[in-house]
């Protein structure tokens, strides 16, 4: 028979106090411990036991200084040599140790001491995660998948100062000025032929990590209406017998046989012709342009051939190279810092190949590059040569290259846009 026990006041109180007590109190940001109701030892006519002490999880970032190691860059976050030594020993097989670099993001995620989860972050599509799945587990892990998103975007600019500005102005990053440059680098010169309300639209590819741009792909079609060069459009075709470029809408290619300059961007600051020179100080024969560029701007061959003088350390010309081209021709990179690995007398160079970085040698007053061309034995005035373009597509690809090329030349067009220029073209050549 059950004796039924009625409480007094004081034991009620104690019983209370012993209810409250089995509570979850935690600091905020510590992980909850079972509740201890669920507990069935945790009666009212008994003291229940204390609940576990809850394990903080700690969290520490970084990046990787200069000099430092990732094993270096582990202990300066507090991990002990034992816990890097297990970092390293899981990264194997999946990380290259030797390419880490400063700037490089850490994430530890510590309880109470213990490694629980490493994050590494070298770059939008780099990143590793080791996690330890359990209490006496091992660190397992390696290289995260990274989802990229490809879009075709159109992208507009009005130039206001320069196109990488422009283009900065429209929202875009202004790395895509060297994409623009690359295709009309046989037509324009974008530091001389730009005019202020000159216009541009292209069509892209676009890479995301998480919606954030990575980077562009290939341009699919560009186009510039500017006060000086005209109006120039062209379209990226792949060609059915491999290979690809950029054509207009007869099918006649971007490329010329020779660049209109040997820097992707650059002033003119000495033009061809009679000077003062800046260093002799008497009035001297200029056979060839200054074009302003950084020390170690790289230096295109304008053309295809052959390295015909390789020199470094002359006293006026400082190192310098000359190319032999096709029909007489010859070039001439002068004040160069450096020549390009494996670019000798005699080396065969394709046409915007890099083949020398710009510098400040010889007799010179400040970092430029001194560009020259012959005709034969004379020097002739690069600005005002007219090259013939590259073989235009052959008849066999106009058919696929006109249905591939409507679409895109149609996004092309301006609204102001009148009968003439590439998108009429494009039209005329859908008709039947």
């Not at 209810?19 to 109701?37: M, S």
């Not at 001297?284 to 200054?290: E, P, S, V």
């Amino acid at each position: 028979m059950m004796t039924l026990r009625i409480p007094t006041p004081l034991t009620f109180t104690l019983w209370l106090l012993l209810i409250l007590a089995c509570g979850d109190d935690r600091p905020v940001g510590v992980a909850a411990a079972p509740a201890h109701a669920a507990n069935p030892a945790c009666l009212l006519d008994q003291i229940c036991e204390a609940p576990a002490i809850t394990a903080a999880f700690d969290v520490s970032v970084g990046r990787l200084r200069n000099g430092e190691t990732l094993a270096t860059a582990l202990a300066r976050l507090g991990l002990s040599w034992g816990q890097v030594d297990e970092v390293t020993r899981a990264l194997v097989g999946s990380f290259d140790f030797t390419k880490s670099r400063p700037g490089d993001q850490l994430r530890l995620t510590l309880r109470e001491g213990r490694l629980d989860a490493l994050e590494y972050r070298a770059s939008m599509t780099r990143e590793w995660l080791l996690t330890r799945e359990g209490e006496g587990a091992a660190l397992q892990g390696g290289q995260r998948a990274i989802a990229i998103e490809k879009e075709i975007a159109q992208v507009d600019a009005t130039i206001e100062s320069s196109l990488y500005e422009s283009l900065r102005t429209a929202g875009e990053d202004p790395s895509l000025a060297i994409d623009v440059a690359d295709v009309f680098a046989w037509d324009i010169d974008f530091y001389r032929d730009l005019r202020r309300g000159d216009r541009l639209r292209l069509i892209v590819e676009k890479e995301r990590v998480q919606g954030q741009l990575l980077r562009y792909g290939d341009i699919l079609a560009v186009r510039y209406v500017g006060g000086l060069v005209g109006d120039k459009t062209y379209v990226r075709y792949a060609l059915s017998t491999g290979g690809e470029g950029y054509f207009d809408a007869q099918g006649q290619s971007a490329k010329k046989s020779f660049l209109k300059s040997p820097l992707k961007y650059t002033f003119i600051t000495s033009n061809y012709g009679g000077r003062q020179h800046p260093v002799l100080g008497y009035h001297k024969a200029h056979q060839g342009i200054d074009l302003r560029a950084a020390i170690g701007t790289p230096v295109w061959s304008v053309a295809d051939g052959t390295v015909t003088r390789a020199i470094k350390g002359d006293k006026a010309a400082g190192t310098y190279l000359f190319v032999r081209h096709a029909n007489g021709m010859e070039t001439t990179y002068l004040h160069l810092s450096r020549i390009a690995d494996g670019i000798q007398v005699g080396s065969r160079v394709k046409q915007k190949q890099i083949i020398a970085y710009s510098g400040n040698t010889g007799r010179s007053t400040g970092p430029h590059l001194h560009y020259g061309m012959k005709r034969g034995s004379s020097y002739v005035n690069p600005l005002s040569q007219n090259f013939p373009r590259a073989e235009p597509l052959p008849k066999a690809e106009l058919a696929r290259f006109r249905g591939q090329m409507a679409a895109l030349v149609r996004q092309l067009s301006f609204e102001d846009d009148g009968k003439g220029g590439a998108v009429a073209a494009a039209e005329e050549e859908e008709e039947p």
